[in-house]
């Protein structure tokens, strides 16, 4: 699966368990700019490293595995959890990156040479 959103917030990398590492990508949806989504993606073991050049403000393009689980708890209640697992990560455009302007800059004419035989 994929989706495309604006980067909300990068967590850095904790490590879970002595074998799991985890990193977490909030990213914020827009399918309705009245009322945006925040969704959480977790990156886990050697995909962490995917998050290091993300920045926020970024908008980005994830690619995902949606997991589901369920669990039971000491009382026998049956619950389910669900989590978005990212798998790559490309930056469409950059937080701080300005477009270049579609016009050439006016050249200065105040550094022109004196002897100039112009008619005008």
Request: glycine letters at 4%; one cysteine or more.
């Amino acid at each position: 699966m994929e989706i495309k959103g604006k980067v909300h917030e990068v967590a850095p990398t904790v490590q879970v368990t002595e074998s799991l590492k985890k990193r977490e990508l909030i990213l914020e949806y827009i399918e309705n700019p009245q009322y945006p989504e925040y969704l959480k993606f977790e990156a886990i073991q050697d995909r962490c490293n995917l998050l290091d050049s993300v920045k926020v403000g970024d908008d980005v393009e994830v690619f995902f595995n949606l997991k589901g689980r369920p669990w039971t708890d000491k009382a026998g209640k049956k619950s389910y959890f669900n989590s978005m697992q990212l798998w790559k990560v490309n930056v469409l455009a950059g937080a701080n990156s300005a477009a270049a302007p579609a016009y050439a800059p006016p050249a200065d004419i105040s550094s022109a040479p004196e002897d100039d035989d112009l008619p005008f």
